[in-house]
């Protein structure tokens, strides 16, 4: 399995990082400073920025069709919550 890492140079970036190499995975991401790799060649996408860019950067997959995992809290204001799980229902997208 081949994961996306957006903020893969980060605190949680780097957990999900190691996480994913003892599992045997490979990982692929996107930070402030770097991009390596696709969204395209990725099985699955893990947001793991700060939570103010989780919006935005869940906006801008949702359409991906991969199973996504976001780091806590996915946003903070409940209006954008209800907004991100329509748009998510809408494009089918997991998030998780």
């Not at 903020?7 to 999900?16: A, Q």
């Not at 920025?49 to 997959?61: E, G, M, R, Y």
């Amino acid at each position: 399995m081949k994961v996306y890492i957006y903020g893969f140079d980060g605190n949680m970036g780097r957990r999900y990082r190691s996480i994913l190499e003892h599992l045997g995975h490979q990982w692929i991401g996107e930070d402030l400073e770097a991009k390596i790799g696709t969204l395209e060649e990725a099985d699955a996408v893990s947001v793991a920025t700060p939570t103010p860019t989780h919006d935005a950067v869940l906006s801008s997959i949702l359409c991906c069709d991969k199973p996504i995992l976001c780091e806590k809290p996915v946003v903070i204001d409940s209006t954008d919550r209800r907004r991100l799980m329509a748009a998510a229902a809408l494009s089918g997208a997991r998030i998780q």
